[in-house]
């Protein structure tokens, strides 16, 4: 087992919803991580969908890397559809 690989598990619990990290596991090969995942983490029928993902192929931001990558989105408020004005006859949005 220490030479097996780990996967993350994200399960999208119910249809259209969003899929969740929900853990880990161990596994020699992607279909026998799939086979972990599902007898793990939706023994109640809880899922529709799992993803297994290698940890090591995950690329993630560092914490001290805040700034850089979100800061420069401050100064766009155009982004924001607050900025647009809405013409009245659109009504509620």
């Known amino acids: 087992m220490s030479e097996w690989r780990l996967y993350e598990v994200f399960v999208r619990s119910k249809h ?8 880990s596991v161990h596994a020699a090969d992607a279909e026998m991580a799939m086979e972990n995942a599902r ?9 529709v969908s799992i993803w297994v993902v290698p940890s090591d192929t ?8 805040k700034e850089i990558l979100f ?12 900025f647009y004005k809405l013409p009245d006859e659109v009504g509620h949005m």
């Not at 800061?71 to 607050?82: C, G, I, L, N, T």
Request: charged letters at 30%; glycine letters at 8%.
């Open 58 to 65: 995950i690329t993630a931001s560092a914490s001290d890397e």
């Open 39 to 47: 007898d793990l983490y939706t023994r109640r029928n809880e899922g």
């Open 71 to 82: 800061d420069p989105s401050e100064d766009k408020v155009y982004r924001h559809a607050s």
């Open 16 to 23: 259209g919803l969003n899929h969740k990290h929900v853990g």
